[in-house]
């Protein structure tokens, strides 16, 4: 699904996922549009500090994603692992444990807080000449199986 880029928007169709489909794992993606040929593997996401609009000129009330939520929530998916144990071929991948304050760790964090931590964020770069969306789809590829190999179940 692609999730617009407005906060109750986005925070309803995360809440739909986990509701309907019950998946083992949610992998977001987002575009970093200032990384140059880097994958970051995102550990956690932050509860408040949504100052910046979104779309639609609005911001979560208090800056906050849950308002009975923790400050913080860590994936189950240990990305620090998983970054020391990956390479792709053309892309530097580097780990992270702050998603940015705006829609996409929102996202995550709301991912995290209704999937009890079996969510995954991996920001990823503009399509370019060095990074091609075959070269992308093959990096996404080899990550999210690894993650599946995390949770203990390996699927095609």
């Known amino acids: 699904l692609q999730l617009p880029v407005v906060y109750q ?7 739909m996922i986990w509701t309907t489909l019950q998946p083992l794992l949610t992998v977001h993606v987002g575009l970093a549009s200032s990384a140059k040929a880097i994958i970051i593997l995102e550990q956690c996401g932050k509860n408040k500090g ?4 979104d779309a639609c000129g609005f911001h979560p009330e208090g800056g906050c994603c849950m308002l009975d939520g923790p400050e913080k929530i860590e994936s189950t998916i240990n990305m620090k692992t998983l970054w020391k144990n990956i390479s792709v071929e053309g892309i530097d991948i580097i780990f992270s444990r702050d998603a940015g304050r705006y829609i996409c760790d929102y996202t995550y964090y709301t991912s995290l807080y209704y999937g009890n931590g079996r969510a995954a964020f991996i920001h990823v770069p503009p399509l ?4 091609t969306a075959n070269l992308l789809g093959k990096a996404l590829q080899t990550i999210i199986l690894e993650m599946l190999k995390q949770c203990g ?3 095609e």
Not at 9 to 15: G, L, P, R, S, T
Not at 128 to 131: I, L, M
Request: glycine content about 0%; cysteine-free; hydrophobic content about 30%.
């Open 128 to 131: 370019s000449k060095s990074v």
């Open 9 to 15: 928007k986005a925070k309803e169709q995360v809440f």
């Open 153 to 155: 179940e390996e699927r």
């Open 50 to 53: 949504y100052q910046e609009m």
